[in-house]
């Protein structure tokens, strides 16, 4: 591996030599018009992609190739038909341990120790003994606050970038803190352990490795009901301690925030919210994920115009003019 500085795919210009890791898809082995091998593949990072060219190939190269995965690239950019491509001399698979996710998928520009350790604070606040316990439980879990620090909260539509689970999360709960004492009568602690654990399924439901997409679990289950398999498994795992049994109304209208808080039926819910403290998960939960989306589609349009272009998840473009 080179020691040069990694360039990133938007400062590449013709006529550099090139020698990093790039995230390849699609590979492809083609046969020139004399009958010769060449790999045509997509090299990219997280702030853009290339065609990429390997000429005098052959199917040993070709078939160690990953069809979306890492790969370390050396060659040279040139200017193909008004566009940039690069013409690979050598290419071979890398490990994903050797690699910084962050320099080929999109992250959030907070630090994630920093939001987490927020998140921790804030959670210490619950006084329920029961709901404490539950969200300890998952504090602890060491291998899903991993995962849960390093996910999206999506694949597209808001916070689509590795801590945007986090980021989403104790943005959540910083808003329930300050809504708090306008409304004394709802079950403040609920809705922290609700918000905190609403969206703990996509832990699982997304795969974010070289790519954001859905896992097979996700596509099979969702992140809903995985969200509250998730829950009743840490009770269990509670009530085998030996201390006083979790009350199971108090984990029915926990697992209801989960399961309900989509808000309808059209959006996957298997049921409607029904509580209070249900419909206060939901909203926030609508609240920032539709700032979060309108500020980021408004931040990447390029048209010239005052409107973005139409939004099919919003259905509307957006006014853009900032007043």
Not at 36 to 45: M, P, R, T, V
Not at 46 to 52: E, F, Q, V
Request: charged letters at 25%.
């Amino acid at each position: 591996m080179s020691d040069v500085p990694r360039r990133s795919v938007a400062e590449l210009t013709p006529a550099e030599r090139v020698e990093q890791i790039f995230l390849v898809s699609q590979p492809q082995l083609r046969s020139t018009s004399r009958g010769d091998f060449y790999i045509a593949a997509f090299l990219s990072d997280s702030t853009g992609k290339i065609n990429g060219r390997m000429w005098q190939a052959s199917e040993a190269i070709y078939n160690v190739l990953p069809d979306e995965g890492f790969v370390w690239v050396k060659g040279r950019t040139e200017n193909y038909q008004g566009s940039l491509q690069l013409v690979i001399e050598a290419m071979k698979p890398v490990d994903i341990k050797e690699v910084n996710l962050k320099d080929f998928l999109p992250a959030t520009e907070k630090n994630v120790e920093e939001m987490f350790g927020r998140m921790v604070e804030i959670l210490k606040s619950i006084k329920n003994t029961h709901l404490q316990r539950i969200t300890q439980a998952f504090l602890a879990d060491g291998e899903l606050m991993f995962l849960f620090r390093t996910a999206p909260a999506a694949i597209y539509l808001h916070h689509a970038y590795l801590g945007g689970l986090l980021e989403h999360t104790l943005g959540l709960l910083e808003m329930a803190q300050r809504m708090g004492p306008l409304y004394p009568e709802l079950n403040a602690d609920l809705i922290l352990s609700g918000l905190f654990l609403h969206d703990i399924g996509k832990t699982t439901e997304l795969d974010y490795d070289v790519s954001f997409r859905y896992s097979d679990q996700g596509r099979l289950m969702g992140h809903l009901v995985k969200g509250a398999i998730l829950v009743e498994e840490k009770i269990k795992e509670l009530d085998k301690g030996g201390q006083e049994p979790f009350p199971r109304t108090l984990a029915d209208c926990l697992i209801h925030i989960i399961v309900s808080h989509h808000g309808l039926r059209e959006y996957g819910c298997p049921i409607l919210p029904a509580t209070p403290e249900a419909y206060v998960v939901h909203y926030l939960d609508n609240i920032d994920s539709k700032i979060n989306m309108t500020l980021g589609e408004i931040h990447k349009d390029q048209n010239k115009s005052n409107w973005t272009n139409y939004i099919k998840a919003l259905d509307s473009g957006l006014f853009k003019v900032r007043i």
